[in-house]
């Protein structure tokens, strides 16, 4: 497996959400997994699409490809769906979050006395 392409497993989670798969109306994707790699690629190392390595082949056509799916919504409908669970609702008992043994307060002696 090469740099900055997706594992078996993240391939199995992905693909079903994608489109230009056998059974979908129109033409299907040549090589869906080959394309998500070659995005996966420009995404990781920050390159230009003109950079594109030649195995993942020609850049224009990868991108002309992107910005269709990013037109047609396919990567916010795949984001939502790998996205991990609503954490806003969670809660933090206050038992087992420990300060800091400096967060307990001022030190002795510098107390300002009252009057």
Known sequence: MRRYEITDRQWESVSRLLPGK???VGRSGR???LFLNA???VARSGAPWRDLPERFGPWNS???RFRRWS???VWERVFEALQE???DWLMV???VVR???HAAGQKKGTRKRSA
Request: charged share 25%; glycine share 8%; net charge negative.
């Open 71 to 73: 037109l047609k919504g």
């Open 31 to 33: 090589d869906n997994r």
């Open 93 to 95: 008992d206050s038992t």
């Open 39 to 41: 995005v996966l690629w």
């Open 62 to 64: 990868a991108y002309v």
């Open 22 to 24: 056998s059974g979908d």
């Open 85 to 87: 669970p609503d954490l």
């Open 99 to 101: 300060a800091h043994q």
